[in-house]
DNA sequence: ATAGAGTCTCTAGCCACTAGAGGTTCAATA
DNA sequence: TATTGAACCTCTAGTGGCTAGAGACTCTAT
């Protein structure tokens, strides 16, 4: 159970090691331990909490959400409210964009479909771009 | 058919000010004439580029992706093969883009159904970003 | 002439990293 | 023990696409 480098912590959470270090900057990894010469040194909490990280950022959340997730996860008595008013916020952004992107998916079709091998002058696409409203 | 200013101009478009002076910084809009005390006045040529600059905006192209559509729109005489393509490979950063919400936003709702009002010791939410790989 | 709305430039900030320079330390081998 | 080379350090600056604010200047209507 030795202490682990920063390439390492990086290998088993998938996280970079840059984006370790300015997650460490911007406190959501506590500062670990150094070696003499000044190099880090994690053990299995920070693995554990990087983690957590990883799977809320691939999740979408904000660093600002994933703060306040891991203050709620360090008070275990709690009631998980807050944690779920978070988490129900972030699938509502999720599902506007969903959305949005989808408007965007069917108007890029139209255009590209209307437009077939013509000339610049006819082109549908640049057409479509100067003169509809598109979808906004 | 007189010359306008630069708020005028952001009216008619939808474009913030600030966002047209970024635009001209960045070579997406020619720079205009000035009055003597050096104002920006722009004329209909204006109003009708930076229309399709907001249109492509908010159908997500990047502002490099644009530079080239309206590089494009400058040759006439040129098969629009490239305004497709650019179109095209846009349209398939949206279809990745939409499969990836889409798991998010399962992966989010399954872990709000699971979590009903307990206390953080037992929360789903935290035991999920802490302990699955959530989706990748 | 004056008031007040509009405009100017410049700098810095947002988010979540990423890249690079230039130097130091660690661990494994000879 | 000396040496090598991989790993690590700090610091600054850049990414994209704006947005905000300070402090000064100009335009237009009365």
């Known amino acids: 159970m030795a202490d682990i480098g920063i390439g390492r912590l990086a290998e088993l959470t998938g996280v970079k090691i840059p984006t370790i270090r300015f997650y460490e900057q911007n406190d959501l990894v506590p500062r670990p331990s150094r070696t003499e010469g000044g190099q880090r040194r994690y053990d299995q909490g920070a693995v554990r909490r990087l983690h957590f990280i990883r799977h ?16 709620l996860s360090e008070h275990p008595a ?11 916020h972030h699938l509502q952004q999720v599902e506007g964009k969903i959305a949005r992107l989808r408007l965007i998916r069917s108007e890029l079709k139209r255009m590209i479909l209307a437009c077939g091998g013509r000339s610049v002058a006819q082109c549908r696409i640049l057409d479509a771009l100067s003169k509809t409203p598109a979808c906004s």
Request: contains cysteine; negative net charge; aromatic residues 4%.
């Open 56 to 71: 809320a950022r691939d999740l979408g959340f904000s660093v600002e959400d994933i703060r306040q997730l891991l203050a």
């Open 78 to 88: 709690m009631s998980c409210d807050a944690a779920e008013a978070i988490a129900h």
